[in-house]
């Protein structure tokens, strides 16, 4: 058995921290995990997207329509890898966007978050402020730990919850354990409502 498992965001969000964090807790857990990742100008906002398989599996990469989970770090990029999906995957939103310049500009269109939703009717879709939970937890960069949270409760992920803790407090500083155990359990509480 494996879980296909895709996080999408854009570069400065912690992506490739939390999908590490994950690799680690699968491990932890005595489970295989595989992971690749593609990023494009991360450090300039650019796409970034990690591939996860945990489980019975020979290669890091998703399939179109192999995905069990969607991490979406933005919305727009939670949309564009959609097609990863399989019709019962879950997709965690965070429903905060992050306009690209061109968008900004007025050079593009960057659709609402209500027409990205509205989109993503019929699958189990897990809209979550968490950029709004980080702020409130005291840092917007933990967002990516709100969003660990958040993947803890849904039903199909493989891991049990203290291994993620314990991979969250072995990757990140001490110093701010505190804080990235509260934005976690916030990121949990929401998607248990």
Do not use: C, W
């Given at each position: ?21 994950l ?22 906002g ?37 097609h ?30 209500e ?14 402020e ?15 730990i ?21 991979a ?20 949990a ?5």
């Amino acid at each position: 058995m494996k879980t296909g498992i895709v996080f999408a965001g854009v570069g400065g969000q912690g992506v490739l921290t939390a999908s590490s964090i994950l690799g680690v807790a699968a491990l932890k857990a005595g489970m295989n995990v595989i992971m690749s990742e593609v990023h494009g100008m991360a450090q300039r906002g650019g796409v970034v997207v990690t591939e996860m398989n945990i489980g019975d599996a020979h290669s890091p990469l998703v399939g179109d329509g192999e995905a069990d989970i969607i991490v979406g770090f933005e919305p727009v990029e939670a949309y564009r890898v959609l097609h990863k999906a399989h019709p019962n995957a879950h997709i965690l939103v965070n429903t905060e966007p992050i306009v690209p310049i061109t968008a900004s500009l007025g050079n593009a269109n960057y659709p609402s978050v209500e027409e990205i939703l509205k989109n993503m009717e019929g699958l189990n879709v897990h809209p979550l402020e968490a950029t709004q939970i980080a702020r409130d937890v005291g840092n917007v960069i933990t967002m990516n730990i709100v969003m660990l949270g958040a993947l803890s409760e849904i039903p199909v992920f493989p891991i049990e919850k203290e291994y993620l803790v314990e991979a969250i407090k072995e990757r990140i500083p001490a110093k701010h354990h505190e804080i990235n155990m509260r934005a976690f359990e916030l990121g949990a509480k929401a998607v248990k409502k």
